[in-house]
């Protein structure tokens, strides 16, 4: 599988926002948006891109893109079972990338960003339900349980984030079981849980062309 090597803060500086892709580098002033906050590349300060409603539709899905850590393929086909699924198109576009394992591991506090959640699942450090998964994009239902693997509580990286984010509390779609290291998906979250920067609609009219 295609994996995205550059540098990540390059992709904040595309979008004009912290996308939060780096963990708790992200909050200090190391941060890439605090200390150039213009586009990358060498004409990138002063660049003068007029906006088009094509331009505003194609930067919005590039951010989902980024945030959640997908390549374009890989988003193209979220959206595509999205569209055929029962509901509001965009809002269940939302919720089947807030259901993919690593990022129920990244909300749970396991990992400090969601490359970092990606990770650990590929190594098979997590569970479902008590069974070894190493697949990222797996869809956590609610009822199943995710959590790291007895040989895997003990990882350095998982004390580390589990320190950082302490007192940060986790979705209310989640619930966190500090002793036993695991979670539980409590409901399909609903748009307004979802918090993160993204106009869904603008995604769906993009697609829909």
């Known amino acids: 599988m295609a994996v995205y090597h550059e540098a990540r803060c390059r992709l904040c500086r595309r979008e004009g926002m912290k996308l939060y892709l780096k963990g708790q580098r992200c909050f200090t002033d190391k941060c890439a948006i605090e200390r150039r906050a213009y586009a990358p590349g060498e004409h990138g300060k002063n660049r003068r891109v007029k906006e088009t409603n094509y331009g505003v539709q194609l930067r919005e899905k590039q951010k989902a893109r980024r945030i959640y850590g997908l390549l374009e393929r890989q988003f193209r086909l979220t959206f595509e079972k999205a569209a055929v699924t029962k509901g509001v198109t965009g809002e269940v576009l939302l919720q089947m ?16 960003s969601r490359s970092a959640a990606r990770q650990l699942v590929r190594h098979g450090h997590v569970s479902v339900n008590g069974k070894r998964v190493d697949i990222p994009s797996v869809q956590v239902h609610p009822g199943d349980e995710v959590g790291l693997r007895e040989k895997s509580r003990n990882l350095t990286a998982v004390a580390s984030s589990l320190e950082s984010r302490k007192g940060q509390s986790v ?39």
């Open 97 to 112: 990338l807030e259901r993919r394992l690593d990022n129920v591991i990244y909300r749970l506090g396991f990992a400090p």
């Open 171 to 209: 979705p209310e779609w989640l619930e966190f079981n500090a002793s036993a290291l695991s979670g539980r998906m409590l409901n399909i979250p609903s748009r307004q849980s979802v918090q993160v920067p993204i106009n869904e609609q603008l995604i769906v009219e993009l697609y829909s062309k």
